[in-house]
C-alpha cells in the first residue's frame, strides 16, 4: 500500500514538471501521430546519460483508450539506445482530457534506435547540452 502512494505522489510531481513547451521533432502521416520532447525537462543521470520528457500526441484512440501518452526516457548519449521509465496515457491529444493510465519501471531494459529514428532527433539535441 505505501509502495502506491509514493508512486501517486512521484506521477503526480512529474505531471507538474511536464507542462512546459514541446518541441515538434516527428510528425508520421502514415500512424496519424507526432512526437514531441520538452527541452526544458533534459537533466543528466550519470556521466553520458541524459533523461527528457517525450509526448506522443494520435489523430485516433489508440487501443487502451488513451489518445495521447508522456514518457520519461532515459538516453545513452554513447551507444544510441534509450529505455523508458514512467508513462502517463491520456484520454485526449497533446496530453489533454483524463489520465487513462500510468506505468513506472524502473529496470527497463534499454533499446537501440536507427539513425533514422525521431529518438536519434532528441538524442542529438539533448546530448550535445
Not at 67 to 75: I, M, N, P
Request: neutral net charge; glycine residues 6%; hydrophobic residues 35%.
Amino acid at each position: 500500500m505505501m509502495k502506491r502512494v509514493i508512486f501517486t505522489v512521484f506521477l503526480f510531481g512529474f505531471c507538474g514538471v511536464v507542462s512546459a513547451e514541446w518541441v515538434l521533432v516527428n510528425s508520421d502521416s502514415d500512424k496519424n501521430a507526432e512526437h514531441y520532447f520538452d527541452p526544458d525537462t533534459v537533466r543528466q543521470s550519470g556521466q553520458n546519460y541524459k533523461k527528457v520528457w517525450l509526448l506522443s500526441s494520435y489523430g485516433e484512440k489508440q487501443r487502451g483508450g488513451y489518445q495521447s501518452l508522456k514518457t520519461f526516457y532515459e538516453f545513452d548519449c554513447d551507444t544510441d539506445r534509450a529505455r523508458s521509465y514512467t508513462m502517463l496515457l491520456y484520454s485526449g491529444t497533446m496530453a489533454s482530457g483524463n489520465t487513462v493510465g500510468a506505468h513506472h519501471d524502473e529496470l527497463k531494459e534499454w533499446f537501440n534506435y536507427p539513425e533514422t529514428s525521431f529518438f536519434k532527433r532528441i538524442s542529438t539535441s539533448i546530448c550535445e547540452k
